[in-house]
């Protein structure tokens, strides 16, 4: 196993703008703040999404588009360093008008309705996502 152990930084509470991309909103908040490591928990709605599920199989992510609002039931992931920059890695839950959930992997063009976020921010040797050959995805190394 990969892993370091890390004291807790600082604890961050708050709401994340109207129609501002869910993943990039949460990088765009991390760079202004310094914060290169940390795990966060979100829930609110999407006006839209974009998630993805990876082909194991031919080590492509396939994405696929929610075109509807929906509730965030639950939206959790870490944030960690990629080619120096912060960079979130999260899954969401989402559901529709008639509780039906549908669920992925979080990519860029998920616009915000209402998100409410908790973000842990943790101090210590860096964790760094590099190309993992065995598996083909950007996975931690030790920085
Ligand atoms: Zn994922």
Redesign the pocket.
């Known amino acids: 196993m990969i892993a370091n152990s890390y004291e807790r930084g600082r604890s961050f509470l708050g709401r994340l703008p109207l129609e501002g991309d869910l993943a990039g909103s949460i990088e765009g908040f991390c760079r202004e703040n310094g914060i290169t490591l940390g795990m966060f928990t979100a829930l609110g709605a999407v006006k839209s999404a974009r998630l993805?599920y990876?082909d194991q199989e031919s080590r492509e992510y396939r994405g696929f588009a929610v075109d509807e609002p929906m509730e965030m039931v639950s939206c959790m992931g870490n944030i960690s360093l990629r080619d120096g920059q912060p960079i979130v890695?999260?899954?969401l839950a989402l559901s529709d008008g008639e509780g039906r959930t549908i669920s992925?992997?979080?990519m860029s063009g998920t616009p915000i309705f209402a998100c409410e976020i908790f973000i842990q921010e943790l101090l210590g040797e860096p964790l760094v996502r590099r190309q993992d050959e065995e598996t083909g995805?950007p996975l931690w190394r030790r920085g």
């Open positions: 993805a990876y890695h999260a899954h992925g992997h979080l995805l």
